[in-house]
């Protein structure tokens, strides 16, 4: 390909040398220097070129992930609001309740924050980010910071007087804990641990363990899944394989209908299909093979989960298998069975092999995309069908515990980044091939 500006590219090379026997270039430039500068231009073009893209990838996909991991552990609540208590803090020794100094340091700067303009008011998030850890800290510190203004000293007595929790160490064992700029709390809860009143690391209560079950919920039907769309996938892209190419490109519209359906038209449609009086459910009672009493359960809970994201994930498994397949020339089959093998060996031993690296880019493709679903375990999932995504989400919508989604989101990816480690070292993944 010509460049476009021929002046920079050595476009003959003379017969000449400079002084220090250098080639030179039919227009007395040495030839080294030459090439460098055309190299250097066409660097340069290449790099102007995908600018754009590396730009685009930065700015919405490396800095979320990256202000996702740091709110994580970024903890400026405590630290912001309460200076003076946390220097006031340093001398307790964290058994009973602290001295008048404590409480006076939490006078002032309560009072402090109640002269700031209300949009630099520092305690309201104090109280959202303490109720994390304590319930009842967020009406301690509002209905305290309301009227903060008319305590007289004693400041202790005024504080206990005020709020049933100023008399509890454990809060000030909190806010001692929690006054460092950076925190582990969010990964502690996110593995279902808390600090215990001594400040270690605990499990926590029974009826709070639910996200290393949800975990363990979401990777094993992301598993479940993956395994549905190869059983389902493999066949149907074996046979368009097979097919002349007018009748394959008819069925592909098939497989890729999906793509061109709206995600929630698809699960609505799926909700239709599973309820208790739905289509599959009244066919069923039709045909006899279950009476109208013994209705399947089939929706809200993990089966309509597995049912409707395998319908939605499946042409992610279909696509790498059949661009794998169409390019196994048919030969290697019949000179298997030539040379004495039976048609279910020769596919065995020859032909499945070569579709390993189509079963592996599908797998992983669906796979990761399962792993983070939300829509459909949202819509047909109820209490049972939760996945992580949904738990994430509900933190970032509903308890704005934006610290806990963030440390949930970055094990997710962490999680997800291990395991395609292990992919690669296993499996490789040059052998993957994606079409």
Known sequence: MAPSDASDTPTAIGNETDSKGRLLTSDGRPLRAALQRANRRRKLTALGLVAPLLAFI????????????????????VVEALPRTLAALEEWDGNDLP?????????????????????????????VRLNYEISAARSAIVRTARNVDEME????????????LWNDPTIWRIIEREGRPLTASY?????????????????????????????????????????????????????????????????????????????????????VLLQGQGVINDMLVALGVIDDENRLTMIYNQTGTIIAMTHILLPFMVLPLYSVMKTIPPSYTR???????????????????????????????VFIISIGYYITPALVGGQDGRMISNEIARHIQSSLNWGLAAALGTMLLVSVLILYWLFNKLVGTDSLKFG
């Not at 030539?338 to 797998?363: D, E, K, N």
Request: charged share 15%; aromatic share 14%; no cysteine.
């Open 58 to 77: 930065l700015i919405f996909f490396a800095y979320p992930i990256v202000q996702m991991m740091w709110r994580s552990v970024d903890n400026p609540a």
């Open 335 to 365: 000179a298997a069975k030539s040379l004495g093998a039976t048609p279910w060996t020769a596919f065995r031993r020859v032909y499945f092999p070569q579709t390993l690296p189509g079963i592996a880019a599908g797998g992983v493709l």
């Open 187 to 271: 990964y502690v809860a996110a593995v279902d641990r808390e600090y215990n009143a001594e400040g270690e690391i605990v499990q926590a209560p029974e009826n709070r363990q639910i996200y290393v079950a949800l975990f363990g919920r979401t990777f094993m039907m992301s598993v479940v899944i993956t395994f549905m769309t190869f059983a389902l996938g493999f066949p149907i892209a074996y046979y368009l394989s097979t097919l002349p190419m007018s009748k394959a490109n008819l069925l592909m519209i098939a497989v890729l209908l999906p793509f061109w359906t709206s995600l929630l038209v698809r699960t609505s449609a799926w909700i």
């Open 99 to 127: 001295g008048e100094e404590v409480y006076r340091a939490l006078y002032e700067d309560m009072l402090a924050d109640e002269e700031l303009p209300r949009a630099e008011q520092k305690m309201g998030p104090l109280a």
């Open 153 to 164: 000293a004693p400041y202790k007595e005024a504080f206990l007087d005020a709020h049933r």
